[in-house]
């Protein structure tokens, strides 16, 4: 079935430094919709990127990722990291005509000063 | 943001108890999911609506859970016994249904269970 993974299970960078979140994908869909949201502490998850164009970057809030098809790949990347930027990031899946999000692990990113 | 509801925010019941929590979707969006976050903040979906209609549902909502989305009325998910592995935050999500809006799911605050 489909399945999404997400390698690291906790990221603790520097203020200032790039943020990279991997994330991978296994699906027999050819079109399927990737999506990171974010969930800060006590909160609901809210959408933060979204893409089901191959090869195309898509950005949102300083953030980018860009869905690869040929490595099932949708990485999640920032140039510089804020503190506010702390929180709990989740990729996820839809298959194409299938309702329901299969979430990836998630990773917990952690900025310090 | 989003503007789901879902009511009660927080809901503690003891093992056996019957359990029910609501949920109103964003105006204009038919389409209702429902996800369970257990406490190592895993997602597992359990079962969505068009309108009042079923879509999809695992397995677990077949038995102990039980969910229905009545025209004019919140949607409901509710654990007729419950069970301590229930303890989790349950997460309703909508959506709408054209073709290049209907990825998009706006999750509520969720409706944090406690079963003692």
């Known amino acids: 079935g489909d399945s999404v993974t997400q390698t690291e299970g906790l990221v603790t960078l520097t203020e200032g430094l790039p943020v990279m979140l991997n994330c991978t994908y296994q699906?027999?869909?050819?079109?399927?919709?990737l999506f990171w949201y974010v969930q800060h502490l006590n909160e609901s998850p809210r959408l933060l990127l979204k893409s089901f164009t191959d090869n195309k970057r898509t950005e949102h809030q300083g953030f980018h990722a860009t869905l690869h098809k040929s490595s099932s790949s949708f990485h999640l990347q920032k140039s510089s990291a804020q503190l506010s930027d702390s929180a709990l990031y989740y990729c996820a899946l839809r298959g194409y005509n299938q309702g329901k999000l299969i979430f990836g692990q998630g990773t917990k990113l952690s900025i310090k000063p | 943001n989003s503007k789901v509801i879902q009511t009660p925010r927080y809901l503690v019941k003891g093992q056996g108890q019957k359990a029910k929590m609501r949920c109103i979707p964003e105006k204009g969006h038919p389409v209702v999911f429902w996800y369970q976050q257990n406490k190592n903040n895993e997602f597992k979906f359990l079962i969505n609506f068009q309108n009042q209609e079923v879509l999809q549902q695992i397995d677990m909502t077949e038995k102990r859970f039980s969910a229905e989305c009545p025209s004019n009325s919140p949607c409901s998910l509710e654990i007729q016994s419950s069970e301590a592995g229930d303890s989790a935050l349950y997460l309703c999500?909508?959506?709408?249904?054209?073709?290049?809006?209907?990825?998009?799911?706006?999750f509520g605050p969720g409706t944090r269970l406690l079963v003692l």
């Open positions: 999500a909508s959506s709408r249904v054209d073709w290049v809006n209907q990825d998009t799911q706006y």
């Open positions: 699906t027999i869909y050819s079109n399927p919709f």
